[in-house]
């Protein structure tokens, strides 16, 4: 019996260029899926909820790529907006890294699997 692909995805953009613990890209990157999931059930969105379902109801795919660079962030950031998917954005605190700086450090994307490869199937795996 041949295995359906998943119609839905979850991306995880990480940035490379902050150099963060393999722990740190660990609890960004939770933080950023976890994060995605509780805004979508927050917002009145209905199709990013229709979306969420479907991939609570499939096999919650979920990929890790990266960027170079805190601009490389945000211009996936912007595209995934202007494209109305379902993103979160991460800012860290810098209590633990980055000297007590806010810092933007990954982002998740949620949405049907071509729409979000649109956006970052250009990225290369973490």
Same mark, same amino acid.
């Given at each position: 019996?041949?295995?359906?692909?998943?119609?839905?995805k979850m991306?995880i953009?990480? /940035?490379?260029?902050l150099?963060?613990?393999?722990?740190? +890209?660990v609890?960004?990157?939770?933080?950023?899926?976890l994060?995605?999931?509780?805004?979508?059930?927050?917002?009145?969105?209905?199709?990013?909820?229709?979306?969420?379902?479907?991939w609570?109801?499939?096999?919650f795919?979920?990929?890790?790529?990266?960027?170079?660079?805190?601009?490389?962030l945000?211009?996936? +950031?912007?595209?995934?907006?202007?494209?109305?998917?379902a993103v979160?954005?991460?800012?860290d605190?810098g209590?633990?890294?980055?000297?007590?700086?806010?810092?933007?450090?990954?982002?998740?994307?949620?949405? +049907?699997?071509?729409?979000?490869?649109?956006i970052?199937g250009?990225? /290369?795996?973490?």
């Amino acid at each position: 019996m041949e295995k359906k692909s998943s119609e839905t995805k979850m991306v995880i953009v990480m /940035r490379k260029d902050l150099n963060m613990t393999k722990g740190k +890209y660990v609890a960004q990157g939770s933080h950023a899926s976890l994060g995605i999931v509780l805004d979508i059930q927050k917002r009145n969105n209905q199709n990013h909820r229709l979306i969420l379902e479907k991939w609570l109801n499939e096999s919650f795919v979920k990929v890790c790529v990266s960027v170079n660079s805190l601009e490389e962030l945000h211009d996936i +950031y912007k595209n995934a907006l202007s494209s109305d998917q379902a993103v979160k954005l991460i800012t860290d605190n810098g209590l633990t890294m980055f000297n007590g700086i806010k810092t933007d450090t990954c982002l998740a994307i949620l949405g +049907y699997r071509d729409k979000v490869d649109e956006i970052t199937g250009h990225l /290369r795996l973490l």
